[in-house]
């Protein structure tokens, strides 16, 4: 009888130490994340920055809606489907990356006469409508644009690394970071030498280039974000 006491008491203690051991564990671990808030570490900065909804917002090119483009007549008996048709050429010469995007078969625009040449001192006049096709709609950015337009989707944002976090204070910090932009296939075909590109016809090409309207998606560009830290942590104030 009296070697039960002593057997009982380690039988206890065997069974004790498990839940000592997760008891310290958890204990270590809920220490851990208290201590991690106050710490603002490059890839907690990145996962931010990437995740933010102005970063991560598609690069597009909104379609261009005219009212009120006026053309001559080519001939007193010019009918409104023959002017319709020119209407709709005029515009595409005018804006290059519009033709651009219908050759890729994107989008198409519709022109409807608002005043005709007997109305409208000799000239008509049409408002020009641009809408995506099915192909287009596939590739659109999402959304309505600030006037309603719709958009391309043509690249996306994607950062390359955090370089470098310093303190402003306690609880202000800034980071500086690098990014990059991956193109759509409607965003290559305003990138030099692409296949896209190539299958445009020349004088297109060319009035791309005379008016800047190319893209360089390989340049690695660099930002700079502001982080705020709060009672439950680091938040992203802002990221350009």
Known sequence: MREAAPRSREVNGRRSRPCLALLAGLLFLIAQGCAGTDELTRDRAAEMIG?????????SLPLKKETGWNLRPLSDNESEAEAQARAAETYY?????MDALRRLGLMSVRATARERPGENYGV???????FLTEKGKELAAGGLGDQGTQSV???RREL??????TKASDRRAQAEYTWNEVPTAAGRAFVFGSPEYESLPN??????????????????????????LYDDGWRLLSAQ
């Not at 995740?51 to 690069?59: L, N």
């Open 160 to 165: 390359v690394e955090v370089m470098g976090i």
């Open 153 to 155: 989707f043509l690249a």
């Open 203 to 228: 004088t297109l090409r060319q009035a791309l280039g005379e008016r800047n309207q190319t893209k360089d998606f390989d340049k690695v560009r660099r930002g700079r974000a502001v982080f705020q």
């Open 51 to 59: 995740g933010s909804k102005a970063f991560s917002a598609p690069i």
């Open 124 to 130: 008509w006049s049409f408002d020009v409508e641009p």
């Open 93 to 97: 010469q005018a804006y290059p990356q």
